[in-house]
């Protein structure tokens, strides 16, 4: 089959539309279950490159979230905390490898993985078809998937949620095309290969980067890659924890992705870990609420009385104070950027959120300033000399 005709393009007065082989070949992809629209497509090209060239790279099960063709998480397979695993709601099944990076992606933003497209490296065995039947999800794209995953999220959705399964061994063409307003653009595929060669070149004074900030500085990279750009990528413990997407201005980016990472690392916060939920609390509602718990409209929130809908008792609030204090101990964060960082202003907002190593294009005239901010909280970071635009 080397077309497949889809209900509607990005939106329901877009038609017709289809996804096809130019050059007459079969389509690398074979659809399980569900009929997946449009951008589900999107999201599922994008995510499978994503999450095959994270297993290239590091040679681990990886996986990543995406919405809206960008990704809200990506992931390596590593052992998953207690804390890791009982603020990703997964403290109560077993995980496989695949299944833990799946949980780290998906738990990287999970208030902007609600809907996700999944996408798996490895094959989707019944640990990750677990984790995806309980979380609102639009599809998953994977090499394949064991009888007893498949039956799991055959059931998902009414009998529609969305399966795919990719041909691992395709290889597209060198040169891709796209139109925009009847036009057709042209550009060779960006095949760049990112790995530890990338990471040599340092011109601040602290150049050593970590086995650790190595692999997480990889991970920040092949997931900028797959951004819509600008972006940066703030990486620890071998997944995303916070992604800036679609930015105009640099620092945007950086402070948008440096409140998600914030936001990871404050729901592993003892107050935010024993909040007393009810038992019958979403997850989905109680992932707001932890939002709102974290913020800094909570105690306008306790005094409106909302509290009571959510908890069994009413919850002392997380301070301004001990949030302040609780994210000082935030550390061992590594950075990429899909383009240079033009001020040091990028640096201060990074440091703040614990990052000690870097990992840049270099390039700006203001590339002194930028390493004279690096030095001043002795951090790390190399030039990597390539740019990783993605629209």
Partial sequence: MNEL???YGCNPNQKPSRIFM???????????????????????????????????????????????????????ATELSDTLKKIYFVDDLELSPIA???????????????????ALSDVCDKETALILKREVSDGIIAPGYTDEALEILKSKRRGTYNIVKIDP???????????????TFEQGRNSLKIDEELL???????????????????????????????????AKDGQAIGVGAGQQSRIHCTRLAGNKADIWYLRQNPKVMALPFKEDIRRPDRDNTIDVYISDDYEDVLADGIWEQFFTEKPEPLTREEKKEWLKTFSGVSLGSDAFF????NIERAHRSGVEFIAQPGGSIRDDNVIEVCNKYNIAMAFTGIRLFHH
């Fill in 5 to 7: 005709e889809l209900k």
């Fill in 22 to 76: 130019e050059n007459g070949a079969d389509l690398p992809i074979e659809v399980l279950n569900g009929k997946p629209g449009y951008i589900n497509f999107l999201d599922a090209f994008n995510s499978w490159q994503l999450v095959s060239e994270l297993k290239a790279a590091t040679g681990l099960p990886a996986a990543a979230s995406f919405k809206h063709v960008s990704p809200a998480g990506a992931a390596v």
């Fill in 100 to 118: 833990s990076a799946y949980a780290k992606a998906r738990g990287a933003d999970r208030m902007s993985s609600y809907g996700d497209w999944a």
């Fill in 169 to 183: 061994n395709y290889v597209p063409a060198a040169i891709e095309h796209k139109q925009v307003y009847g036009i």
């Fill in 200 to 234: 040599k070149n340092f011109p601040t004074d602290n150049k050593t980067f970590t086995d650790e900030a190595k692999r997480d500085l990889i991970i920040a990279l092949i997931t900028l890659k797959y951004t819509q750009s600008n972006s940066v990528c703030y």
């Fill in 342 to 345: 033009p001020f040091g202003d």
